[in-house]
């Protein structure tokens, strides 16, 4: 239970350096830290007490797995991170080189 | 032998050295996918880190780098094609559903077995491997513009 | 017929992946291709959708069948609801596909707009028809990151400010998803939507599912630009190609935010009348605040995309509203007629949304401007782009016989008929405060005789985006014939029924 309670400060945390940070960067480190916590929660929802990872070897027939179902999950989460985290980054580059700053409050001219 | 491009020699000879060791244990984490922990997605990161290493310790210019970065994203969108292509001949078999298994699966745990799996593997790693690299190149070239 | 189902996924994803390595080799070969594929794709969902097969089309990829009556593959679900709106992405994805033919050759690197283009079709196609609950979100993560791009397609300062943020608050809307599909997860041990839908009929624990369906709820609304989520919506909407505006607000915010929504709380939750009443708020909420901080805009696109806001809180009132009424256990024929209401407006809203925003795209590549002020007179100079955006603005006013004003009905009809007679009165209230706002473009970007000296030589847009527009405001007189019982029963009622037969979708699926 207390794993559980960890992952959620985790995203916390995360989810602080989203909404207080200036900086573009430490923005995208923010949602870089909430996907890690949302990945260790997967994981951490298929543990069987006392189970050994689920890989099929020579002397494995009568062990308990631990769930391999959200590790499957985590893998294909783990690759939408990277294309997310490369978007954000891309467009971060391209801000910075028109406006010459990091800043987000001297980029916020959308109003209205 | 100090150009003014790159890093220090000290890096350049150690790439030499390891790069083709990275490529090696890559390539061993894609084709044992199906029986390890691993696959397509690990070992093509792996082989990236590679190709990083490569242009990182040597540096490049401008010019050769974006013509390696077409190079590298014509690649990765050929490798998934080809990915698609081979999940697709699963629906004119009978009968006849898409991605089906249709090579011939072998006993469990051997290298050659499980159908289609490996090339699937395969086709992912250089698909992963290539799109990497491009990211890489990409966001170098930005940086090298911006001089 | 049901091989056919995986051919939406496949079509554009092979076409989106092979356009970037040979549009250097064969000219035009992007254009050509991306439309194609649309066009085959829209052929094949309209196919489906008059072929009157028995609904639901289970497909099993891999052909992995059920190991003791718990299925372990992945499943393509083609029920009413799927089927309707595939033909909406579909149809609408050509008829943009084809407008940007035109348009997008005055941006540089065309051959990555419509890989992309192809790459958030397929990511929508995928969600609609995904059969558990995990496909559905890699598939929406492809198209929404594949908007990302698109948002900031033309690269200049707006677009990147704009997509910037897009991207932050989609990532959070993710995130809260991926949440709440790991507790579901928790909960019920199994990712097939059937198989959730048959095991939460027998858990106990309340709490914890509602507490679920509230982080779902913030997810999709996010998705869906309800308010209070909707922040994002008119900076990304407005800043986006005209094309890419008409697929963001026309069909995105639709089938990746409404869609799930209605598919996850009417199939797979079992019905509560909390939920019901927060969907009725937001509904509610989402219509009054979005056409009031429409009417003071003096930016097109900006005006179309609180709009857009407004007619979303339409449809969400007329789906909350049955699932009000179900949840109670009252009368079911109420119920069917708000959903179709609500379905019916989704579908003209496609219709008429797309076509507006490529009427803006359309003054835009003509007079380079977007203010409404700047405009003017627009009337003798572009005929067509004048008599479509005029159809559009009375469809989306709810005047006859446009389509707006049938499906603004029905769902006014079930308010009334359910007894919830203050929205309807909002309802109502929106609806004439909407025409007031169309009545303000109309005569300042098209009627009025102050044309500037600037503009005297323009003419009208190229073939391929006033076919487009032609063709949309075609369908907006057409569409309004889906009210007459004949047709109703043949398109509409089938994703009525799909929604209304409620737990059941389990049992039709698993087949026990």
Request: net charge positive; charged share 10%; glycine share 10%.
């Amino acid at each position: 239970m207390t794993l559980f309670v960890l992952c959620f400060l985790l995203f916390l945390v995360g989810l602080y350096g989203v909404i207080t940070r200036r900086n573009i960067i430490k923005i995208v480190l923010g949602i870089c830290i909430m996907e890690y916590s949302m990945n260790l929660f997967l994981v951490l929802v298929g543990y069987v007490h006392d189970g050994v990872a689920p890989i099929i070897t020579k002397g494995s027939e009568r062990a308990t797995f631990v769930d391999p179902l959200p590790q499957a999950m985590v893998i294909t989460v783990i690759v939408i991170g990277l294309a997310t985290t490369a978007m954000l980054l891309a467009i971060a580059i391209r801000l910075y080189r028109k406006h010459g700053t990091f800043d987000i409050r001297e980029i916020n001219t959308l109003k209205g | 032998m100090q150009s003014d491009k790159g890093m220090t020699i000290i890096v350049k000879k150690m790439t030499q050295v390891l790069v083709g060791i990275i490529v090696l244990f890559g390539v061993y984490i894609i084709t044992y996918g199906h029986l390890t922990p691993g696959g397509g997605f690990a070992g093509g990161t792996i082989i990236a880190g590679a190709f990083i290493l490569l242009v990182l310790a040597y540096g490049d210019d401008i010019m050769h780098l974006r013509v390696t970065k077409e190079g590298s994203s014509k690649l990765e969108n050929l490798a998934i094609f080809m990915f698609l292509l081979f999940a697709i001949p699963g629906l004119f078999m009978i009968p006849s559903v898409f991605f089906r298994n249709y090579l011939p699966l072998g006993t469990v745990g051997e290298l050659l077995s499980a159908g289609v799996i490996p090339l699937f593997n395969i086709f992912i790693g250089i698909e992963v491997a290539a799109a990497l690299f491009t990211i890489f190149l990409a966001f170098v070239i930005l940086k090298e513009e911006d001089k | 017929m049901k091989a056919l189902i995986p051919l939406f996924v496949i079509l554009p994803l092979a076409a989106a992946f092979l356009i970037p390595v040979l549009a250097g080799k064969i000219k035009g070969f992007d254009k050509y291709l991306a439309s194609l594929v649309m066009l085959a794709t829209a052929f094949l969902s309209l196919w489906l959708l008059f072929a009157h097969e028995a609904y639901p089309i289970i497909y099993k990829i891999g052909g992995w069948e059920p190991v003791n009556g718990i299925p372990i593959g992945i499943y393509f679900v083609a029920d009413g609801l799927s089927v309707l709106m595939l033909c909406i992405i579909t149809v609408v994805g050509f008829l943009a596909a084809f407008y940007s033919i035109s348009y997008i050759a005055k941006f540089t690197g065309e051959k990555y707009f419509y890989a992309l283009f192809c790459l958030m079709v397929a990511g929508m196609n995928g969600v609609v028809l995904a059969g558990d609950l995990f496909n559905l979100f890699v598939f929406l993560e492809i198209s929404v990151i594949a908007s990302y791009a698109l948002v900031a397609f033309g690269i200049e300062k707006q677009e990147l400010e704009a997509s910037f943020k897009y991207q932050v608050m989609g990532g959070l809307a993710s995130l809260l998803i991926l949440l709440g599909i790991a507790l579901l997860y928790w909960q019920t041990k199994t990712l097939n939507l059937a198989d959730i839908a048959l095991v939460l009929e027998g858990v106990g624990d309340r709490k914890f599912m509602l507490f679920t369906q509230f982080l779902l709820l913030a997810g999709f609304g996010l998705k869906a630009a309800l308010i209070p989520f909707h922040a994002w919506l008119p900076d990304a909407h407005s800043s986006a190609p005209s094309p890419i505006s008409a697929m963001l607000s026309g069909v995105l915010i639709k089938a990746i935010g409404i869609y799930a929504i209605t598919r996850l709380f009417f199939n797979i939750f079992i019905l509560d009348i909390n939920i019901a009443w927060v969907v009725i708020v937001l509904g509610s909420l989402s219509m009054i605040f979005g056409v009031f901080l429409a009417i003071g805009q003096w930016d097109l696109k900006r005006l179309l995309a609180y709009h857009s806001i407004s007619q979303m809180g339409y449809v969400v009132l007329g789906v909350g509203i049955g699932m009000l009424i179900l949840a109670r256990g009252g009368d079911l024929k109420v119920a069917s007629l708000a959903i179709a209401g609500g379905l019916f407006h989704l579908v003209n809203h496609a219709v008429f949304k797309g076509l507006l925003f490529l009427n803006a795209g359309a003054i835009e590549y003509r007079t380079g401007t977007r203010q409404l002020q700047e405009m003017g007179g627009l009337y003798e100079k572009m005929p067509i782009t004048s008599a479509t955006s005029l159809s559009a603005s009375m469809a989306i006013s709810g005047i006859p016989p446009f389509n707006g004003f049938f499906s603004k009905l029905l769902i006014i009809l079930a308010a009334v008929l359910g007894k919830f007679y203050l929205l309807a009165v909002f309802a109502v209230i929106v609806s004439i405060i909407t025409l007031a706002s169309f009545m303000k473009v109309q005569k300042y970007a098209f009627y009025g005789s102050t044309l500037r000296r600037e503009l005297e030589k323009i003419k009208e847009v190229p073939f391929a985006m006033s076919f487009s527009m032609i063709v949309m405001a075609l369908l907006c007189l057409v569409l309004s014939l889906l009210i007459f019982p004949g047709i109703r029963e043949a398109i509409l009622m089938p994703a009525v029924d799909s929604l209304m037969k409620m737990g059941n979708y389990g049992v039709e699926i698993l087949g026990y």
